[in-house]
């Protein structure tokens, strides 16, 4: 069964940051595009990045761009370094997997995905 973990969230202040990692087990995603996403209280889960199996592809949300890096390793973890973070960012973040290997699925949407992490909580606040 495949598990995915986050770590790393936490309380920090505007303008600080976080590094975000997600570690796979259950199969090999050396081939699967992988993803960070974010909901926020009262609000539906959103995409923040991903990145494809060779790490060429990446995607960001216009909200993050330039303030957050995805990458990953061969290992199947997935990293998120968050820098200049503000209140708006404040949210769960969620890794996911997507369902078919490769990189012809969309990587901004929720339905490209089959497994999903618990989640950490990220909270930016003064």
């Known amino acids: 069964q495949v598990q995915l973990v986050e770590s790393g969230g936490g309380l920090v202040q505007p303008g600080e940051s976080l590094r975000l990692s997600c570690a796979g087990s259950?199969?090999?995603?050396?081939?699967?595009?992988l993803a960070w996403f974010r909901q926020a209280s009262g609000k539906e889960r959103e995409f923040v990045a991903a990145?494809?199996?060779?790490?060429?592809?990446i995607s960001y949300a216009d909200t993050v761009k330039s303030r957050f890096t995805i990458s990953r390793d061969s290992a199947g973890t997935v990293d998120l370094l968050m820098q200049n973070l503000k209140p708006d960012d404040t949210a769960i973040y969620f890794c996911?997997?997507?369902?078919?290997?490769?990189?012809?699925?969309?990587?901004?949407?929720?339905?490209?995905?089959?497994?999903w992490g618990q989640g950490t909580q990220v909270t930016v606040s003064s």
């Open positions: 259950g199969r090999s995603f050396g081939l699967y595009t």
């Open positions: 996911a997997i997507a369902s078919y290997p490769g990189s012809s699925l969309p990587a901004d949407s929720r339905d490209s995905y089959s497994s």
């Open positions: 990145i494809d199996w060779s790490g060429r592809k």
